[in-house]
């Protein structure tokens, strides 16, 4: 049995767990950023940075805090119901509802969008996402090494490529930095922390804990401690790689927009650097590792659902649950990458204040006995006002103006905008869940309830 790892160990599950979460919206994301926020290119990106690093490094460390064996075992501390349906929400967001069919949707417009006239785009893009999710499905269906031997050459190609591509955009700007779209002109660290949420790390980052945990336990590490300790110096690797990149591609964005003008998403921002700076073949190159890059996480999302559903509904075959799982991909992603990015976002603002609450219990959980009724307390104020924050945004985003909306909702929304703060920006449920945290975890202290079998 082994006590410590040594560094390159380190280093190299860390590459391992940036490879993990290295995809579609990790470089579409900044690259948006950069072009919005123009002139507040800095608050906008640490804000970015808080929510599209720190909260996956958070959920990385939380499973290893926990013990948990997998997620559903975490969530079941608050309830066994909200445990199933909180992770098989989970795994539907970050599988075949929206990132799954995000890499194909991203992989068709950083590859080969530009190349294609205007009039051919739709059924470029379904021959292209047909093709895509096929060889998805048919190695999902039988599992093989090429898929981790591609993921593994990737992720050093693309540190490569792309660090070459950013280096050149610090040398040799594109353009100057222009004045701030009007959601960045104001309260650009704010609206940089909501615009992290699309990564959808933080979400996944509660399913790849896991992954690393079990990495760490065949390498011989079982105490709670030292795994907590390895989990938090590899997430720190995998979090150093993904804030460098975050930083360099949210400034390439920004120099861009002189030359190129704003686009709808971050794709067409690195293809057309690529082609700015190396000419064709840095296109064909970028093209070539993304697309690649892409379907590996799309084999990876399509797995690890068809093996999730599959543990919860055993009658269903895996097979099964892959063959629906990526015909269903297919069809959003010939939505496009511009809605699935937009329909995303009420799901994302739902669900990210429900994971967050989860991770801030499990650290705080010694301190108030692992009480349940504190778990449910929490979780159950954060759903209250995020379930309506979802719904306000769905609303929005469908372009249904606020005095269409039901009597209902104006009436809460009202009420909210008038009791909590930073309600404006999406972030209002933080400081009722912690004052929600803090009177019940003294009562836990106090009463000493039963506490949750751990």
Known sequence: MQNKLSFSSFVLIGIMLFALFFGAGNLIF???LGQYAGENIWPATVGFLLTGVGLPFLGILAMGFSGSRNLQ????????????LFTATLYLTI????????TGAVAYEIGIAS????SYTGIALFLFTFLFFAITLWLSLNPAKIV????????PIIIVLLLGLLIMAFVNPMGKIQPPTDAFADGAFL??????????????????????INVLRSMGLSDRMKIFSATAKAGFVASGFLALLYVGIAYLGATTTER?????TGGPVLSNAASYYFGTFGTVMLA???????????????????????????????????????????VVANFGLSNIVTYSVPVLMLLYPLAVVLMLLTFTSPLFRHARFVYMSATAVAFLISVIDGIKTLYTTLGIESNEWPAWLTAIVNFYDQLLPLYSDGLDWILPVLIVMIFTGIIARVLKPAAIRM
Do not use: W
Request: aromatic share 14%; with cysteine; hydrophobic share 50%.
């Open 30 to 32: 900044p690259a948006q």
């Open 73 to 84: 075992e975490l969530a079941d501390r608050v309830h066994p119901i909200y445990g199933l």
């Open 95 to 102: 599988g075949p509802f929206f990132a799954a069919p995000r």
């Open 115 to 118: 190349s294609i006239p205007e």
């Open 148 to 155: 981790d031997r591609i993921g593994k050459l990737m992720s």
């Open 191 to 212: 609206k940089g922390l909501t615009e992290g949420y699309n990564t959808m790390d933080a979400l996944a980052s509660l399913v790849f804990g896991i992954i690393i």
């Open 260 to 264: 190129f003008g704003l686009f709808e």
């Open 288 to 330: 070539v590792v993304i697309i690649l890059a892409c379907l590996t996480t799309s084999i990876g999302l399509i797995t690890a659902c068809g093996e999730y559903f599959h543990t919860i509904i055993p009658k269903v075959g895996y097979k099964t649950f892959v063959i629906i799982f990526t015909v269903f991909c297919f």
